[in-house]
């Protein structure tokens, strides 16, 4: 199991940023490639699902569920 599955109770800014460390990120890199910074007030919608996905895999649905088990 990865630790992106592993860790779907803590805040999404927090499991967004460690997958993103694992895949070679840092903060402004990964500002860039979503085209939108990741921060503790952040809430994960739609659009933003799309990106991560893109940007980190998994489905935009996974992303969507770390927002809402939250």
Do not use: C
């Not at 999404?12 to 500002?31: K, Q, T």
């Not at 007030?41 to 699902?49: L, R, T, Y």
């Amino acid at each position: 199991m990865s630790r992106i599955e592993r860790d779907w109770r803590l805040h999404p800014s927090i499991v967004i940023l460690d997958a993103a460390a694992e895949r070679g990120y840092d903060y402004e890199s990964l500002a860039a490639s979503l085209g939108f910074a990741v921060d503790g007030d952040m809430v994960i919608g739609k659009e933003h699902a799309a990106s991560l996905s893109r940007v980190l895999g998994a489905t935009p649905e996974f992303w969507l569920q770390i927002q809402y088990n939250y």
